[in-house]
């Protein structure tokens, strides 16, 4: 049995005969139901599956933060989804066979709020990363934050906020974990509207290789 959603005229959840009914992110659709499939995938299915995993598996440990970045990126697709596919047609690629992932080219968010001015990104001993940038536009300053992003793809752990300081801060700082052998991280940096109305695209600051003899 189906149930009508706003109305005789809206879309509907649920199975009538043959037709499944769904809603997804406001938007009805309809969909018959799964076929078992007898056929073996061919080579371009099984290399579109492993970048979908990989793009998955590289985002999962950033999660939270672009569902925030990625908030209202299209009406009907947005959040992790929408993460997933900027990542795959622009920072995936695939090398001898290999699908590679460019950290420098992945985004964490994405909008049209400006970044701050002077952005940087230092390491200081023992395990503690500074975010700075230039405070400016009192008026704007505490309307808006930053999030940051330190990723240890190996290990795949990210460090960071979703909702840091205030541009009105000047800086954000965050203690990571090192590992034994040496480590390598990666940092992002946006800005997200107090009310999360809006965001900003994120900036790539770097790629820090620390304790390697």
Excluded at 18 to 46: F, Q
Excluded at 82 to 98: H, P, R, T, Y
Excluded at 112 to 122: F, Q
Excluded at 140 to 161: D, P
Aim: hydrophobic share 40%.
């Amino acid at each position: 049995m189906a149930r009508l959603i706003n109305g005789a005229n809206g879309p509907f959840s649920g199975k009538v005969g043959s037709i499944i009914g769904y809603t997804m992110n406001g938007v009805g659709y309809m969909k018959g139901p799964y076929k078992l499939r007898t056929k073996a995938p061919t080579a371009g299915e099984l290399l579109n599956r492993e970048k979908f995993a990989a793009a998955q598996s590289w985002l999962s440990p950033a999660l939270n933060m672009v569902r925030a970045g990625f908030k209202g990126y299209k009406p009907s697709f947005q959040g992790f989804s929408a993460a997933k596919s900027w990542l795959m047609k622009n920072a995936l690629q695939v090398i001898d066979g290999k699908v590679v992932i460019d950290p420098s080219l992945v985004k964490i968010s994405s909008g049209s709020l400006r970044l701050p001015e002077d952005l940087n990104c230092t390491f200081e001993e023992p395990d503690m990363f500074r975010f700075k940038w230039k405070p400016t536009a009192p008026s704007v300053l505490e309307r808006e934050q930053v999030m940051v992003l330190i990723y240890n793809i190996e290990k795949g752990v990210g460090y960071g906020y979703v909702y840091g300081n205030n541009l009105s801060h000047g800086e954000q700082l965050v203690k990571v974990e090192l590992f034994k052998g040496g480590t390598t991280l990666h940092c992002y940096l946006a800005v997200l509207a107090t009310d999360r109305s809006n965001q900003s695209d994120s900036v790539y600051l770097g790629k820090f290789e620390i304790g390697y003899d």
